[in-house]
């Protein structure tokens, strides 16, 4: 079992950015994917992007080059950074890790509000 906790939310203005972290602890090798999502009050959640441990980084449409996942091995971190916030982009965002290929997420964090005002 992987633990998954984010963080770096908080409230931003409007066209700023910010970064989030999800570290993983625990049977980090168990997983082979981390991926991010957000969830807004009354939309369905949303999978922002998947980062294959020692692959690729596939994004949703949506994401327009404003969010880029990075990854600290070292650290087993994964980070998302969102440039030019929209109101829109308030949500609570999780990370997630998972296996196979597509990912089945099978462990979630508890996820990190970024509420983003005009």
């Known amino acids: 079992q992987v633990q998954l906790l984010e963080s770096g939310g908080g409230s931003v203005q409007a066209g700023g950015s910010q970064r989030l972290s999800c570290r993983a602890s625990?049977?980090?090798?168990?997983?082979?994917?981390l991926a991010w999502f957000r969830q807004a009050p009354g939309k369905v959640r949303e999978r922002i992007g998947t980062?294959?441990?020692?692959?690729?980084?596939y994004y949703a449409d949506f994401v327009k080059g404003r969010f880029t996942i990075s990854q600290d091995n070292a650290k087993n971190t994964v980070y998302l950074e969102i440039n030019s916030l929209k109101p829109e982009d308030t949500a609570m965002y999780y990370c997630?890790?998972?296996?196979?290929?597509?990912?089945?997420?099978?462990?979630w964090g508890q996820g990190t509000q970024v509420t983003v005002s005009s």
């Open positions: 980062a294959y441990i020692g692959g690729r980084t």
């Open positions: 625990g049977d980090t090798f168990s997983s082979d994917c």
């Open positions: 997630a890790a998972g296996v196979g290929r597509p990912c089945t997420y099978n462990n």
